[in-house]
């Protein structure tokens, strides 16, 4: 069962006037407000929109978002609902806040092979938090820990909240990352490039994954309202989208 469909409309009973709620249920099969934005600017992947669901494909080990928004977004939570249907390697499912251009902090539970030092390769799986450009290899870690992968052929829910520089993250409504600041001195900031993640988009993705993507909502005090409660058709909708805006 799929958490936001039952939490949709609290979310319209309980924000105030000024908080904007944007949604994405897919169910229009509209893709206009996405653009994808791929590590190290790979080849574009492969999403589909199938029932009212995003359905995407990736085969290889290099992340792939779809993102949404602008850089006057500001502080806000976004949340999604995932089903991973296969993994087909080393692989990650992600969530993306402050994105802009090819800059972004995300989040994501994945499998990676860790090499510390000397010592040999380990296969761990885990859920990092880090900040960087996406068009490069170096990035700065907010938090990580080791974390079981999510769960195939069954609906997960990933939320990450971003408020001024303090980064929090749930993974199944457990906060797997508490409130975390992310601060670099603006010496590094400058030397670095950094553009200090105050403001930004949304985005989520994969690596290594075929999974469905739905309800990915977004809601804050400068968040642009869209969408809302929708009634599913009962006909398959299949939408092959294949000129996505890129960076």
Same mark, same amino acid.
């Given at each position: 069962m799929k958490f936001t469909r039952?939490?949709?409309?609290?979310?319209? =009973?309980?924000?105030?006037?000024?908080?904007?709620?944007?949604?994405?249920? /897919? %169910?229009?099969?509209?893709? *206009?407000?996405?653009?994808?934005l791929v590590q190290l600017n790979q080849a574009s992947g492969f999403w589909e929109v199938v029932d009212g669901e995003l359905h995407a494909v990736s085969r290889e080990t290099f992340v792939r978002l779809l993102t949404?928004?602008?850089?006057?977004?500001?502080?806000?939570? $976004?949340?999604? %609902?995932?089903?991973p249907l296969k993994? &087909?390697?080393?692989?990650e499912i992600s969530i993306a806040v402050r994105v802009q251009g090819t800059w972004l902090v995300y989040c994501? $539970? &994945?499998?990676?092979? $860790?090499?510390?030092?000397?010592?040999?390769?380990? #296969? *761990?799986?885990? !859920?990092?938090?880090?900040?960087?450009?996406?068009h490069d290899i170096?990035?700065?870690?907010?938090?990580?820990? #080791? &974390?079981?992968? =999510?769960?195939?052929?069954k609906w997960s829910h990933l939320k990450l909240d971003v408020s001024?520089?303090?980064?929090?993250?749930? $993974?199944?409504?457990?906060?797997? !990352?508490?409130?975390?600041? /992310?601060?670099?001195?603006?010496?590094?900031?400058?030397?670095l490039g950094f553009p200090g993640f105050l403001t930004g988009g949304v985005g989520f993705g994969l690596a290594n994954y075929t999974a469905r993507f739905d309800n990915i909502t977004v809601t804050g005090d400068g968040i642009p309202n869209k969408g809302g409660l929708a009634v599913r058709s009962k006909g398959k909708l299949a939408i092959m989208w294949g000129n996505l805006k890129r960076f």
């Open positions: 039952v939490t949709i409309l609290l979310f319209f =009973l309980s924000f105030s006037a000024s908080a904007g709620i944007f949604i994405e249920t /897919f %169910d229009n099969g509209d893709l *206009e407000d996405w653009q994808e949404t928004g602008d850089d006057t977004w500001e502080n806000y939570t $976004v949340e999604f %609902d995932v089903k993994k &087909h390697g080393i692989g994501t $539970v &994945h499998d990676p092979v $860790v090499i510390i030092g000397d010592d040999p390769a380990v #296969h *761990e799986t885990r !859920m990092d938090c880090v900040a960087g450009d996406l170096v990035f700065t870690p907010l938090d990580g820990a #080791h &974390h079981p992968l =999510l769960k195939l052929n001024g520089n303090i980064f929090t993250f749930w $993974v199944n409504e457990k906060q797997v !990352m508490a409130p975390t600041e /992310f601060q670099l001195p603006k010496i590094v900031q400058d030397r």
